[in-house]
């Protein structure tokens, strides 16, 4: 379970206020806290950054200090499901293939993993996470060869035949280049929701909506914060606007 937003902009765009706009979600939030880690990915002319804590998102002293700014961006607060509170299941995960580099979110709970038969003695151990799980199985059929959007499908396929027990598999996965995402839920759509928001240079997805005015200076407020929700069973895919 988490909060998390993406965003893909034809300009690039400062990244702590993002930042700060998910420490209010997971402070404040739907079934707030949110406390169990945080991280921030991101892409900005070609190169990528990754930055992970264990440790709460109250503050932005993490990153405040970065003066970052992003073309895309997948942030992740993490509220524990399946796993121990450590570095290596805080969000987003990374991966390389043929020298592109990947980001992958999760928001949900896949309480049965095990029945899919994947790092079952790690998993009693608590030294691995269901998305993590799930997200190694998106890459192996990326390398076969299969698009993202398909190798997310037919991922999800697999854990709904073997798994029992998902409260949701909503997903923002990026190659650098597009922005993919993926909403099932099981139940609680109110909790696993996926917004949608957007103008002629940024998109934004975002588990709550918020308002565009403290990320982009300037804009006036309300002026930008037309949400929609994204349809349950779906898979979206992004590009950079224009």
Avoid at 39 to 52: D, E, K, M, P, W
Avoid at 114 to 141: P, Q, T, W
């Amino acid at each position: 379970m988490c909060r998390m937003i993406g965003v893909i902009s034809k300009t690039p765009v400062s990244v702590t206020p993002f930042l700060q706009q998910l420490s209010i979600q997971a402070q404040y939030g739907n079934h707030a806290p949110h406390g169990d880690g945080y991280g921030v990915g991101f892409f900005c002319n070609g190169g990528i950054h990754l930055s992970r804590s264990a440790k709460p998102l109250d503050s932005i002293r993490f990153f405040a200090d970065s003066n970052q700014v992003a073309n895309i961006l997948i942030l992740h607060a993490r509220k524990a499901g399946i796993g121990k509170v450590d570095l290596a299941n805080v969000h987003p995960f990374s991966d390389q293939l043929e020298e592109r580099n990947y980001l992958f979110a999760h928001n949900g709970t896949i309480k049965d993993i095990d029945a899919y038969g994947r790092h079952i003695e790690e998993l009693n151990a608590g030294n691995i996470c269901d998305s993590k799980i799930a997200f190694e199985r998106v890459m192996e059929l990326i390398m076969e060869g299969y698009p993202t959007e398909d190798a997310m499908r037919m991922t999800v396929q697999e854990l709904e035949s073997a798994c029992a027990q998902i409260s949701a598999l909503n997903w923002l996965m990026t190659d650098g280049t597009n922005l993919y995402v993926s909403r099932f839920h099981y139940g609680d759509g109110e909790y696993y929701s996926l917004y949608h928001s957007e103008n002629e240079d940024t998109i934004i997805v975002s588990t709550e909506p918020f308002d565009w005015e403290p990320c982009f200076p300037g804009v006036q407020k309300n002026q930008h914060s037309q949400w929609s929700m994204l349809g349950n069973q779906t898979i979206s895919s992004f590009a950079i606007p224009g």
